[in-house]
């Protein structure tokens, strides 16, 4: 195994050493900007057809988004556009969410084609478009699911007759749970990316799924307690403090995800040596 891990790391290194890869974080980093609010306005869309509030969505970027971002993000989330306007929003933001996921195509067919070719443009436009509703369906299943745990959990306690509501057993298992999904939705990320030719059964994309769900929170924990306690970006950036610190937080995680395809194929090709 330790030699296995040895080959992964020259592997990667040596993938790494490609030029394609100089800039391709930066690349994602932008589009990944670029799709978060179309994305979360077909997110909140989308729920508003079960009438959930967006309270939980608006509680968590309130705890992750500076002042100055969080404001246009909540100004997006409470729009509420007119029967004749939607489907023209819906269009626009699907076009826009799509780039993030025609980049990351990009990078994974050429990454797991050896370098060969990144594929079609036009074939990746299209399945990019496809991918990222199939996407926010995912997420919208997610939520769904945290959302209706509690209740989940109360059925239970009186379908079998249990004599208290299990309001415990929610708290103990909610954040496992989400943790669960997170990884579902990154693995599912990573097994629609790819163009058939390329595509891997599921427990060949498990390691880079694992290593990038794990490198996110690694990445956004470091990074919240740096900008906290270790430095003032006021005084390099002034009043573009906020979306340079976001702009760079994006850009990490962007690098993690690249990462993560890396390892799903050098894990494969070490194992064929």
């Given at each position: 195994m330790g030699k296995r891990f040895k080959r992964m790391i020259y592997m990667g290194f040596k993938q790494l050493l490609d030029p394609y890869y100089q800039g391709i974080a930066a690349q994602i980093a932008f589009f990944f900007m670029l799709s978060i609010v179309p994305t979360l306005i077909l997110l909140s869309q989308l729920l508003s057809l079960f009438n959930f509030s967006l309270d939980t969505i608006n509680a968590y970027l309130d705890t992750e988004i500076a002042p100055e971002i969080l404001t246009s993000f909540q100004e997006s989330l409470s729009f509420d556009p007119q029967p004749g306007t939607n489907i023209v929003l819906i269009i626009t933001a699907i076009w826009a969410a799509s780039r993030l996921q025609f980049s990351l195509m990009r990078i994974t067919n050429y990454t797991l084609s050896g370098g060969k070719d990144p594929g079609s443009y036009f074939k990746d436009?299209?399945?990019?478009?496809?991918?990222?509703?199939?996407?926010?369906?995912?997420?919208?299943?997610?939520?769904?699911?945290?959302?209706?745990?509690?209740?989940?959990?109360?059925?239970?306690?009186?379908?079998?007759?249990?004599?208290?509501?299990?309001?415990?057993?929610?708290?103990?298992?909610?954040?496992?749970?989400?943790?669960?999904?997170?990884?579902?939705?990154?693995?599912?990320?990573?097994?629609?990316?790819?163009?058939?030719?390329?595509?891997?059964?599921?427990?060949?994309?498990?390691?880079?799924?694992?290593?990038?769900?794990?490198?996110?929170?690694?990445?956004?924990?470091?990074y919240s307690s740096y900008t906290a306690h270790a430095v003032n970006q006021n005084v390099l950036y002034g009043s573009m403090a906020s979306i340079a610190a976001l702009m760079f937080w994006f850009y990490l995680i962007s690098w993690v995800m690249c990462l993560g395809i890396l390892v799903n194929k050098v894990w494969k090709d070490s194992k064929i040596e």
């Open positions: 436009r299209i399945r990019s478009i496809l991918t990222v509703i199939l996407t926010i369906l995912v997420m919208m299943a997610m939520v769904i699911i945290l959302a209706y745990g509690q209740l989940v959990m109360n059925y239970l306690s009186k379908r079998f007759l249990i004599s208290s509501e299990l309001d415990w057993a929610w708290v103990v298992f909610r954040w496992p749970v989400a943790g669960a999904l997170f990884l579902l939705l990154i693995s599912f990320s990573y097994y629609v990316l790819p163009a058939n030719k390329n595509r891997r059964r599921f427990r060949e994309i498990l390691p880079g799924s694992i290593f990038c769900a794990i490198g996110m929170l690694l990445v956004t924990m470091v």
